[in-house]
């Protein structure tokens, strides 16, 4: 994929940025909060899942849930992609490249727990695909410039890290940090 289309892929998704208002968090006359991570241990029949179809279950029962209790059925979430081989170890990469991409996912209340895993499954691709984006496309990029929450390192309130080994997410009010 060339760089230009990858570009033109966060641009699009980054236009359409928007946060998930979760009923139970608040920033009113509270300093920022710090993303919060919970490690689930699984059960035995997720246990026998491969890790990747345990991480798509898991992410769509976190979302069904989330999209009930907010009445949100499109939602956008922080992903923590995997590093590819070309930035594995490159610490110094960190500054130049988004460390958490929007992920949008769209959850039908009409639709099964299936069709929610095969929108989880799709979007775990095309970002797969596309990796992450550098760092100065918001400066860059006059529409989304004037998003002031977009500069933050970690602008959506809740965000999501699936490793190899288990599934974390992470909540968080606000980041102080400068994107």
């Not at 594995?88 to 988004?98: N, P």
């Not at 990029?141 to 004037?146: F, H, M, V, Y």
Request: hydrophobic share 45%; with cysteine; charged share 20%.
């Amino acid at each position: 994929m060339s760089r230009s289309s990858r570009e033109e892929f966060w641009r699009q998704r980054l236009e359409q940025f928007k946060i998930v208002q979760l009923p139970f968090s608040t920033l009113e006359g509270k300093a920022p909060a710090t993303w919060q991570s919970t490690a689930w241990l699984m059960p035995g029949a997720l246990a026998e899942l491969s890790p990747t179809d345990r991480a798509e279950f898991l992410l769509a029962a976190w979302l069904v849930y989330l999209a009930r209790i907010t009445g949100e059925s499109e939602l956008q979430l922080g992903w923590t992609p995997v590093p590819n081989g070309s930035r594995a170890g490159a610490k110094a990469l960190e500054v130049l490249v988004a460390s958490v991409v929007p992920m949008a996912i769209t959850i039908g209340f009409d639709n099964n727990f299936a069709e929610a895993r095969t929108a989880v499954a799709a979007e775990f691709a095309q970002l797969n695909e596309q990796d992450t984006f550098a760092r100065d496309l918001i400066a860059r990029c006059p529409t989304l410039s004037g998003v002031e929450a977009l500069r933050l390192r970690r602008p959506w309130p809740v965000g999501v890290t699936v490793t190899g080994e288990s599934c974390s997410a992470a909540e968080e009010s606000a980041s102080s940090s400068s994107f």
